[in-house]
């Protein structure tokens, strides 16, 4: 799994050097148009130099138009890894040939072989097919048309908005829920089940954004407002009902992978709990967290009071513990609250 991970973050790496709007996919693109080819190594490394043979050196500033040109010639280019400059030309790569490749062409077994061989980036750009590949150790990613990621991220987005009008249901049931007692373990879980949902999603979008580069500006928006307000909403659920510290909870759910987050059970047991319909009482932090009360001031009333049940059946607690002035203000507000929940209106 950890793997996995760290594979994914070096793919991500790449992509953001590539992405739409840097230097080197305005060239790569410009070499791609003009059916040119080319095999790029990103590293001046002593392990990739020792396998390079010929060619002439360039060491100058790196830019799109200076890459095509050397393009036009045959080999390898070299630039250093932070993009600063163009090393070497028209350099012949000698990789170690036992190194297994699916590879067919030329170029692209090379570059394969090179990047297994020393765990650098390369990049081959197909004189033929006309598309770009991108190898790394293990790694091989060929870069897709910014048309076809903005697709497939509109229809990302598409399913993100459904999931958070689930989401919001599922949030506005269980106000009115807590507000008559009668939540349920299901009831979190499935709030829960549903935000950690549209968290995954989010991944997927965000990673379609970085491809994007300066083309998923839009993107980022529309998946910013479509998330506005879940993480902190889900935080609140937890501290409500999770025994274990919220954030603790937070991180091992989001450990859970898209297959394991549709069982429900999987969740209940993160949370600590035997049965789904089993009742459970909210301490309140949530609804408390939409009246005019201060944080340390919420911290301190669940802590004497216990739930938020307690606060509306004592009123003469509460007023003892705030005051006259501050407990007639939040019995007023939740009052309100309450009328809003049940007429199934967002608080």
Do not use: W
């Not at 077994?109 to 991108?134: D, F, M, P, Y």
């Not at 998946?223 to 993480?231: A, H, P, T, Y």
Request: glycine residues 6%.
């Amino acid at each position: 799994m950890e793997k996995s991970e760290e594979k994914d973050q070096e793919l991500l790496g790449m992509l953001k050097l590539i992405a739409p709007g840097t230097l080197l996919r305005t060239a790569l693109d410009d070499i791609a148009k003009a059916r040119l080819g080319a095999l790029i190594v990103l590293s001046d490394s002593p392990d990739v130099l020792k396998l390079t043979n010929g060619g002439f050196e360039v060491n100058c500033r790196f830019n799109p138009q200076k890459l095509v040109e050397l393009c036009k010639m045959d080999g390898a280019i070299m630039i250093d890894g932070e993009l600063k400059k163009i090393l070497f030309a028209n350099t012949l790569l000698v990789p170690d040939h036992t190194i297994q490749t699916n590879e067919t062409g030329t170029r692209h077994r090379t570059a394969e072989r090179i990047a297994k061989q020393t765990n650098r980036l390369v990049i081959a750009v197909s004189e033929r097919k006309n598309n770009i590949t991108l190898y790394k150790g293990s790694i091989k990613y060929v870069v897709r048309p910014s048309e076809d990621i903005l697709r497939r991220a509109d229809e990302t987005l598409r399913m993100l908005e459904k999931q958070r009008e689930v989401f919001n249901e599922l949030v506005l049931n269980l106000n009115v829920l807590e507000f008559t007692n009668l939540a349920s373990i299901n009831d979190i879980v499935l709030a829960l089940q549903r935000a950690e949902i549209t968290s995954r999603i989010e991944d997927i979008i965000r990673r379609y954004i970085i491809e994007l580069g300066i083309e998923g500006a839009l993107v980022k928006i529309q998946l910013k407002e479509m998330r506005k307000g879940i993480d902190n909403e889900e935080l609140m659920i937890l501290k409500d009902y999770s025994p274990k510290e919220p954030f603790t909870t937070k991180i091992a759910l989001a450990e859970l992978t898209l297959d394991q987050l549709i069982d429900p059970l999987n969740i209940l047991s993160i949370l600590g709990y035997q049965k789904l319909e089993d009742q459970i009482a909210t301490k309140g932090y949530r609804i408390l967290g939409k009246t005019s009360l201060a944080k340390t001031e919420i911290e301190s009333l669940i802590e004497q009071v216990g739930n938020i049940q307690n606060i509306t059946d004592t009123p003469e607690k509460i007023t003892g513990l705030l005051g006259g002035q501050k407990a007639n203000i939040l019995i007023k507000e939740l009052s309100q609250l309450k009328e809003q929940a049940l007429l199934g209106k967002k608080i």
